[in-house]
């Protein structure tokens, strides 16, 4: 049986570190060819091709960055059968969900994201393990149709866009808390649920790379003054909000402290669309809630998150 062709595209990170003998310090590796030869049973899986398209500490990684990576998939959709992205762990659940975004629900090959907490050359590092799993989890979703962006990290798929975080130091080091796991990783193979996105013919692939670096997001707490943000909004470099409220969807409605002015000021004066969403993990905001400061904000105009 013919190979599937497989593109890795080294983006930086842990997983790309190497050791500077003369300096005796971990550095990025030259090229994504200095990791690859430490895995080199990928070759055996598919038909590997290697390309550097980034180098960086993932905590640098901004939305251009985003946009580039998104061109350079969608620009060789059709070279390939599936990709393989290696990624700093920091910003991993960011890239993951952007990515998601701007490939869409049209897209056609699946695009696996994974990275380590440990570089290829440490003693027990878990950067191997990731990586050939990456491989594998790319060829059983080609095998099975699936065609989404998602993280492959210790045991687990996960969709991208549902993705985040949760250990700077855990093998296990990300979740998707709102959504299961849309594969399991197991010694007798890849297996993936039900609710995997399958290849949609119905949908065109089209690819929106683009994304805006005006957006605020934060946490409200107890006696934050409505006024830091107005001063954001008035700045004119604002162009949306993002509202992680206390619990379903719910602002501060009285008092000093009151976001609804706030709210109704954005949408209205500045034209400026502010969502409210939860800081909770695998939380959500509804339009259904019976909370009533969550109403009154809706009210006033916010957009509220489903998951």
């Given at each position: 049986m013919e190979k599937k062709k497989i593109l890795i595209i080294g983006f930086g990170g842990t997983i790309a570190m190497?050791?500077?003998?003369?300096?005796?310090?971990?550095?990025?590796?030259?090229?994504?060819?200095?990791?690859?030869?430490?895995?080199?049973?990928?070759?055996?899986?598919?038909?590997?091709?290697?390309?550097?398209?980034?180098?960086?500490d993932s905590t640098n990684i901004n939305p251009h960055h985003w946009t580039k990576l998104a061109l350079f998939v969608s620009d060789n959709m059709n070279k390939y059968d599936g990709f393989v992205i290696t990624h700093g762990t920091n910003t991993m659940s960011y890239t993951a969900s952007a990515l998601s975004l701007a490939l869409g629900r049209g897209l056609k090959k699946p695009v696996v994201i994974t990275g380590s907490q440990l570089p290829l050359i440490s003693i027990g590092t878990d950067a191997k393990f990731n990586l050939e799993n990456?491989?594998?989890?790319?060829?059983?979703?080609?095998?099975?149709?699936?065609?989404?962006?998602?993280?492959?990290f210790s045991d687990v798929v996960l969709r991208g866009s549902r993705t985040v975080k949760i250990s700077e130091s855990d093998f296990k080091a990300f979740d998707s808390p709102a959504v299961d796991p849309i594969a399991r990783i197991r010694s007798t193979g890849i297996f993936f649920?039900?609710?995997?996105?399958?290849?949609d013919d119905s949908i065109p692939f089209d690819c929106n790379p683009h994304f805006d670096?005006?957006?605020?997001?934060?946490?409200?707490?107890?006696?934050?003054?409505?006024?830091?943000?107005?001063?954001?909004?008035?700045?004119?470099?604002?162009?949306?909000?993002?509202?992680?409220s206390h619990g379903a969807g719910s602002?501060?409605?009285?008092g000093e402290y009151n976001f609804l002015p706030l709210i109704r000021d954005s949408v209205y004066t500045y034209k400026i669309p502010m969502l409210v969403s939860t800081k909770f993990l695998g939380g959500n905001s509804y339009?259904?809630?019976?909370?009533?400061?969550?109403?009154?904000?809706?009210?006033a105009g916010a957009i509220t998150q489903v998951i």
């Amino acid at each position: 049986m013919e190979k599937k062709k497989i593109l890795i595209i080294g983006f930086g990170g842990t997983i790309a570190m190497v050791v500077d003998t003369k300096r005796k310090a971990l550095v990025p590796a030259k090229n994504i060819h200095e990791i690859i030869e430490m895995v080199p049973q990928i070759k055996d899986l598919a038909d590997v091709d290697f390309v550097d398209l980034e180098n960086l500490d993932s905590t640098n990684i901004n939305p251009h960055h985003w946009t580039k990576l998104a061109l350079f998939v969608s620009d060789n959709m059709n070279k390939y059968d599936g990709f393989v992205i290696t990624h700093g762990t920091n910003t991993m659940s960011y890239t993951a969900s952007a990515l998601s975004l701007a490939l869409g629900r049209g897209l056609k090959k699946p695009v696996v994201i994974t990275g380590s907490q440990l570089p290829l050359i440490s003693i027990g590092t878990d950067a191997k393990f990731n990586l050939e799993n990456s491989v594998k989890t790319v060829l059983t979703a080609i095998d099975k149709k699936i065609a989404e962006v998602v993280v492959v990290f210790s045991d687990v798929v996960l969709r991208g866009s549902r993705t985040v975080k949760i250990s700077e130091s855990d093998f296990k080091a990300f979740d998707s808390p709102a959504v299961d796991p849309i594969a399991r990783i197991r010694s007798t193979g890849i297996f993936f649920s039900k609710d995997a996105f399958r290849i949609d013919d119905s949908i065109p692939f089209d690819c929106n790379p683009h994304f805006d670096a005006g957006v605020l997001a934060g946490d409200l707490t107890p006696g934050q003054s409505p006024s830091l943000i107005r001063e954001v909004l008035k700045s004119g470099a604002c162009k949306g909000v993002i509202l992680k409220s206390h619990g379903a969807g719910s602002v501060p409605s009285q008092g000093e402290y009151n976001f609804l002015p706030l709210i109704r000021d954005s949408v209205y004066t500045y034209k400026i669309p502010m969502l409210v969403s939860t800081k909770f993990l695998g939380g959500n905001s509804y339009k259904e809630v019976n909370d009533e400061p969550a109403v009154e904000a809706i009210e006033a105009g916010a957009i509220t998150q489903v998951i």
